[in-house]
Nanobody
Framework: QVQLVESGGGLVQAGGSLRLSCAASGRTFTSYVMGWFRQAPGKEREFVAAISRSGAGKYYADSVKGRFTISRDNAKNTVYLQMDSLKPEDTAVYCC?????????????????WGQGTQVTVSS
C-alpha cells in the first residue's frame, strides 16, 4: 500500500505558474506508474498526465500538452506537475494517483491509490 499527499496548490492569475508535488510513502515508489488527475465542480474526474516507473515515458491530455510537465524523483519518492501558462479552465482539485500497472494509463479506474487532492484556482 502507498499513501499520497499533494501540495503546492493555490490561487494564481491567468498566465502564471504553479508546481504541484505528490509525496509517496509506504511501498516502493518505483513499483508505481504515477498520474495526475483533476476534477472541477460539476464535472467528471479528468486525466491530466502520467509518467512511467522510470520517468522515461510521459503522457499528457491534449488540453495541457505544451503547458504542463510531469516528472518524478524516485530518490525522493515524489512526483511533480509543473503547470505553466495557466488558464481559468485549469481551475480544479488536482489529485495524484498510483497504479501498479506497467504502463501509464488515462483511466481513473486503473489507478489503485489516490491522494486527497490540492485546489488550484486560476483567476482571469
Amino acid at each position: 500500500q502507498v499513501q499520497l499527499v499533494e501540495s503546492g496548490g493555490g490561487l494564481v492569475q491567468a498566465g502564471g505558474s504553479l508546481r504541484l508535488s505528490c509525496a509517496a510513502s509506504g511501498r516502493t515508489f518505483t513499483s508505481y506508474v504515477m498520474g495526475w488527475f483533476r476534477q472541477a465542480p460539476g464535472k467528471e474526474r479528468e486525466f491530466v498526465a502520467a509518467i512511467s516507473r522510470s520517468g522515461a515515458g510521459k503522457y499528457y491530455a491534449d488540453s495541457v500538452k505544451g503547458r504542463f510537465t510531469i516528472s518524478r524523483d524516485n530518490a525522493k519518492n515524489t512526483v511533480y506537475l509543473q503547470m505553466d501558462s495557466l488558464k481559468p479552465e485549469d481551475t480544479a482539485v488536482y489529485c495524484c494517483a498510483a497504479d501498479l500497472g506497467t504502463i501509464p494509463r488515462r483511466w481513473p479506474a486503473e489507478y489503485d491509490y489516490w491522494g486527497q487532492g490540492t485546489q488550484v484556482t486560476v483567476s482571469s
